[in-house]
């Protein structure tokens, strides 16, 4: 099973997703993450920015979950209010980690799980 695992906390990008009406099984009260979710495929972020394209582009391929189903229906707005605070939302995070497991037949023909972790420091000194 292929699966990426992320934690990470962002109040202002939890604060988007709540004036949006789509946080509700995806932030905590205090604006972390800790979800896994299925995946196709994904490449290792390096940055927050990679971070939060991999973000949204999971919820995408996740809508039958209701985190996936709320980001749906609000994406428009949450793509917009997240350009117009982009600044914010990249200053936003604190540390992120970022878990992806991914099925593979290797040349023998054997199954393989290749896992990578992926972690973000946000140092706010």
Do not use: C, W
Not at 27 to 47: E, H, L, S, Y
Not at 65 to 84: H, Q, W
């Amino acid at each position: 099973m292929n699966f990426i695992e992320m934690k990470f906390t962002n109040p202002v990008l939890a604060e988007i997703f709540g004036s949006n009406n789509a946080s509700d099984g995806l932030f905590d009260t205090n604006g972390t993450v800790d979800r896994k979710f299925n995946i196709d495929d994904a490449v290792p972020p390096k940055n927050t920015e990679d971070f939060i394209s991999i973000f949204f582009r999971v919820l995408e391929k996740n809508s039958e979950v209701p985190a996936g189903e709320n980001f749906a229906k609000a994406k428009e707005s949450i793509y917009k209010d997240t350009v117009l605070r982009l600044s914010d939302v990249v200053h936003g995070f604190g540390d992120i980690e970022l878990t992806i497991s991914i099925d593979s037949v290797n040349e023998q023909g054997n199954n393989v799980n290749k896992k990578s972790v992926t972690k973000i420091s946000r140092n706010k000194n």
